[in-house]
C-alpha cells in the first residue's frame, strides 16, 4: 500500500494482537492486587507494559490511518466521542458504585483529588485526548530521530521524578498527576508514529519480515526476558520517591520499563500476526478482544471487585498453587463477565459511553439474517 492510498479501511493484524494482550495485561494488573506479594508483585510489574502498549498503538493506528491526510473536525469529533464522552459517562457510575460499596477506597481524601487524579482507571481517557491534540501538529519528517529525542524526554523526566525532590508546585505535577501529563508518555507515542509511519512502506517491510521473521522474534524473544529481567531486579534505593511513587499507576512511569515494552510488542506483533492468518479461531478470539478493549477496559472494575469479593473470596491470599489457580479463574471470570456486559452495553444506545458504535447481538444478527432468508 502506498502513502496515496488510503489505509484506513485496513487492518493491522498485528495491532490488534498487541492491543487483545495489552488489555489482558490490564487485568493481571488489576486481579494481581488481590494475591500475596509473592508472586503477585513480580506479575503486576510485567503486566505493567500494558498502558505504554496502548499509547505505542495509539502512534501507530492515528499515523497508519492519517498520515498524508487532513484531519478536520471529523477527527476531533470521533475522538472525542471515544475518549472524553466515556469519561463523563462513567465517572458517576463509579463514584456512585464505590459510595455504595466501599470498593475502591477512592474517598480517603476528597471527590476533587479523585477527579483530578483522574477518576481511577478513567485517568487513561484523559490521557488520550493530548496525544490526538499532538498528533495535529507532529512533525511530518524524520520521525525516528523525533523518536529518539521523545524518547529520551521521557526517560529524562521518568528519572527525574525518582531521582529529584522538588520544592512547591513542581512535586505534585512531577509525582502526583505525571501519569496524566502527556510529556511522561511521549516517546511511546512518538515510536508508535513512527511504526505507523514505516507501515505506508509495506513492500518493503514485507520482504524483511517474509526473510527474517522468525529470526526477528527470536531476537525480540531474548530482548524481552533480557528486559524483564531488568525491569524485576533494578531498584532504585535511596532515590526520593524510589517506592512510594513507583506503585500504583507511578509503575507505568518506571524508567526501566521502555525496553520491556518495546520488546514484548514487537514480539506479540511478529509472532501472533502470523498465528492469526494460520488459524481463523486464533484470529476470532483476538479481534474481538481488540474490538471491545475500551469497553471491557471501562467496565471491568466493577465486575472484578464483584467476582473476588463474592465467588474468590480469600482464596487468593492463601498464596501457593491455589492462589494462582484462583488468579486464573478470577482472570477469565473476570474478561468473560466484561466482554458480555460490553457487547449488551453495545446493543443499546448505551454503546456511545464506550466510545464505539451500536451493535446488534450475535444471536440477533443471525435471526435477522435467518429471516431474510426465508423470506
Given at each position: ?41 513480580s ?61 475502591f ?38 520521525r ?82 533480557a ?30 520499563l ?28 483476538i ?34 498453587v ?7 479463574v ?24 464506550l ?21
Amino acid at each position: 500500500m502506498t502513502r496515496s492510498s488510503d489505509p484506513s479501511r485496513s487492518r493491522l493484524p498485528g495491532a490488534d494482537a498487541l492491543r487483545a494482550c495489552a488489555l489482558i495485561a490490564v487485568l493481571a494488573v488489576h486481579t494481581s492486587a488481590w494475591g500475596p506479594r509473592v508472586p503477585f508483585q513480580s506479575i503486576d510489574q510485567i503486566a505493567r507494559f500494558c498502558v505504554p502498549a496502548f499509547i505505542v498503538l495509539t502512534g501507530t493506528v492515528l499515523a497508519y490511518r492519517y498520515t498524508g491526510r487532513p484531519l478536520g473536525a471529523g477527527f476531533a469529533r470521533r475522538r472525542a466521542a471515544r475518549t472524553l464522552l466515556p469519561w463523563l459517562a462513567w465517572v458517576p457510575v463509579y463514584i456512585g458504585f464505590d459510595v455504595a460499596t466501599g470498593a475502591f477506597g477512592q474517598y480517603h481524601e476528597t471527590l476533587g483529588t479523585f477527579l483530578t487524579e483522574g477518576a481511577g482507571h478513567l485517568w487513561f481517557l484523559l490521557l488520550i485526548p493530548q496525544f490526538y491534540l499532538l498528533f495535529a501538529v507532529w512533525p511530518r519528517h524524520h520521525r525516528w530521530a523525533v523518536a529518539a529525542a521523545a524518547l529520551a524526554v521521557q526517560t529524562a523526566l521518568c528519572l527525574a521524578r525518582v531521582y529529584i525532590t522538588f520544592p512547591g508546585w513542581e512535586s505534585p505535577v512531577m509525582l502526583q498527576y505525571a501519569s496524566e501529563l502527556f510529556p511522561f508518555w511521549i516517546g511511546y507515542f512518538a515510536v508508535g508514529v513512527a511504526v505507523g509511519d514505516a507501515m505506508h512502506h509495506p513492500g518493503a517491510l514485507r520482504r524483511v519480515l517474509n526473510v527474517w521473521r522468525w529470526k526477528l522474534t527470536c531476537v525480540f524473544a531474548v530482548a524481552t526476558v533480557a528486559s524483564g529481567y531488568v525491569l524485576l531486579t533494578i531498584h532504585y534505593s535511596g532515590a526520593a520517591a524510589g517506592t512510594e511513587f513507583l506503585g500504583g499507576t507511578g509503575a507505568f512511569l518506571n524508567p526501566a520499563l521502555p525496553p520491556f515494552v518495546f520488546s514484548a510488542g514487537a514480539l506479540i506483533a511478529t509472532s501472533l500476526a502470523p498465528a492469526m492468518r494460520a488459524s481463523r479461531s486464533v484470529a476470532a478470539t483476538i479481534s474481538v478482544l481488540s474490538e471491545d478493549s475500551l469497553g471491557i477496559y471501562i467496565v471491568h472494575p466493577i465486575l472484578l471487585f464483584l467476582i473476588a469479593s463474592y465467588v474468590i473470596g480469600d482464596r487468593m491470599s492463601l498464596g501457593g498453587v491455589e492462589a494462582l489457580l484462583a488468579w486464573g479463574v478470577l482472570m477469565l471470570a473476570t474478561l468473560v463477565t466484561a466482554l458480555v456486559v460490553v457487547r449488551l452495553l453495545r446493543a443499546t444506545p448505551a454503546a456511545v459511553t464506550l466510545g464505539t458504535t451500536r451493535a446488534r447481538l450475535p444471536l440477533v444478527r443471525r435471526a435477522r439474517i435467518a429471516r431474510e432468508h426465508a423470506a
